[in-house]
């Protein structure tokens, strides 16, 4: 077998990934006839394949994590030197960027006041959901240990973190699942569960304590919800629910842990997307905008009252979070965190996320004026969605294999966006944009017109 690979001859890694790489979320049978995408270069808001075929990217790297674009030579430099300094020492000792980025990190974080490291989404929610855990134990007889979660929402790949999810074809065939979590209704008012109640967010908020007041208030530990639903649909919160569901947790004394992991760093227009509804966490998890992948980082941050419960009793062995992930003692990641954060900070992007976020929306809003097949579109900032549906008055979802040619028919014209996919059976019919927030009015309109073609040559 050849081993060798030559990196200047494009069809030996073309060939050496379809022998020997297994990617993520694809079925793999369609490489015995096509060729495996490979992207081998990307500039601002474009990427170019193997084939030297360019995309403009409408999804941030395809599920929302450049938030700054490609090629940011800054924050290559800012973890080259970092690494020339020091790499990598376990996290139970300090390093300078960490120090650095946690504070910076707290500072957009009014409320909130420690940074715990690790290098995935799943992986600090997990972090969450074992310090509720312990917080149960150690403070209600092992009692509030439940944590709720949403239906459609999504909070990692690894097992407990399916078991907290609301999307069940990425949980199906992985079960069984861990004990301890419970879905609560989702709060799409588009797909109102309430029969046109005036007051959608209230309702989807009561639901919510219904569930509560059924496990019993004094066994649930914290809920965990994503600020607006991503993959599950782009669903941003009904007016009121947030304010009802604030005041339902802190009646029931359940903690509020918010996964940022989409969310987070700008992509909504905020610092955070939970600052746009007055949430006060308990908890804020996040992890693929922090430093736009230029290096893996996940934090876990959380209030001073939680770090507390962690180091009341330091003559108790047990009395502390003994949890260790090795890679969150990578220098890489709060280095680039921090340089990505500077450059947010020093482009405006945050402003340019609010323009071009309301640009896209006026797009699509016209857009829908024309294609009979969009029945809503939602978003804020540069996080968008267009639910397809074959009839308005029905809202019948469009199926998925339709839904799929218009993302293939925009990739055929160049421009990469996403969709809802193998997630919510039968629902499966949102297309979802998240341009980096460096995004022109001429890459908005492209993105537009790309998807307004598509629709046309797809729906007719
Ligand atoms: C809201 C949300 N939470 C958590 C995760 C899991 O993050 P990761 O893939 O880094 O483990 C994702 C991934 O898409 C996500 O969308």
Redesign the pocket.
């Known amino acids: 077998m050849n081993t060798s690979i030559n990196p200047n001859d494009i069809r030996d890694i073309v060939e050496a990934d379809r022998m020997h790489l297994w990617h993520h979320l694809v079925q793999h049978r369609m490489f015995e006839t096509v060729d495996p995408r490979v992207i081998v270069e990307g500039r601002g808001m474009r990427v170019w394949d193997a084939t030297g075929k360019e995309h403009l990217d409408a999804v941030s790297g395809g599920?929302?994590t450049v938030n700054v674009g490609y090629g940011r030579e800054s924050i290559a430099d800012a973890v080259r030197d970092q690494l020339v300094r020091m790499n990598y020492f376990a996290n139970s000792a300090g390093s300078i960027p960490g120090s650095l980025f946690a504070r910076k990190l707290i500072e957009k974080m009014p409320g909130m006041s420690r940074v715990y490291y690790s290098?995935?989404?799943?992986?600090?929610?997990e972090k969450v959901f074992k310090m509720v855990r312990q917080i149960a134990h150690r403070k209600h007889d092992g009692r509030k240990y439940k944590i709720l979660f949403r239906e459609r929402?999504?909070?990692?790949?690894?097992i407990a973190?399916l078991s907290a999810g609301g999307q069940p074809q990425r949980a199906a065939q992985y079960g069984p699942m861990t004990p301890g979590f419970v879905e609560v209704p989702h709060c799409l008012e588009y797909r109102d569960q309430y029969g046109g109640t005036e007051n959608y967010g209230e309702a989807a908020a009561d639901a919510i304590e219904q569930v509560i007041l059924r496990e019993g208030p004094d066994t649930i530990g914290a809920i965990c919800l994503?600020p607006i639903?991503?993959?599950g649909g782009v669903i941003t919160p009904p007016k009121g629910y947030w304010e009802k569901v604030q005041d339902i947790c802190k009646r029931h004394d359940i903690l509020i842990h918010i996964?940022?992991?989409?969310?987070g760093v700008g992509r909504t227009g905020a610092w955070f997307g939970y600052q746009n509804y007055g949430i006060e966490p308990d908890f804020v998890?996040m992890?693929?905008g922090v430093a736009s992948g230029y290096a893996a980082i996940?934090c876990t941050v959380t209030t001073e009252a939680v770090f507390d419960l962690f180091k009341d009793d330091a003559n108790d062995p047990l009395s502390y979070f003994r949890d260790i992930s090795t890679f969150g003692g990578c220098a890489a990641g709060p280095a680039a965190a921090l340089e990505n954060m500077r450059i947010i900070e020093d482009e405006d992007l945050l402003d340019n996320t609010n323009a071009m976020g309301e640009r896209l929306m006026n797009n699509l809003r016209t857009l829908m004026e024309k294609h009979k097949v969009i029945g809503d579109v939602r978003g804020k900032g540069l996080f968008c969605g267009a639910e397809l549906v074959v009839d308005r008055a029905t809202k019948e979802p469009v199926e998925e294999k339709k839904v799929q040619e218009v993302v293939a028919d925009c990739m055929a014209q160049g421009v990469i966006i996403g969709a809802t996919n193998r997630s919510l059976p039968g629902f499966n019919n949102t297309l979802c944009l998240s341009p980096a927030l460096i995004a022109t009015e001429s890459d908005i309109d492209a993105i537009s017109n790309a998807i307004d073609g598509a629709l046309d040559r797809v729906f007719g």
Request: with cysteine; aromatic share 6%; net charge negative.
């Open positions: 599920v929302w290098n995935s989404g799943s992986e600090a929610n929402d999504y909070h990692g790949t690894t973190a994503e639903t991503a993959g996964d940022e992991v989409v969310c998890t992890a693929k996940s």
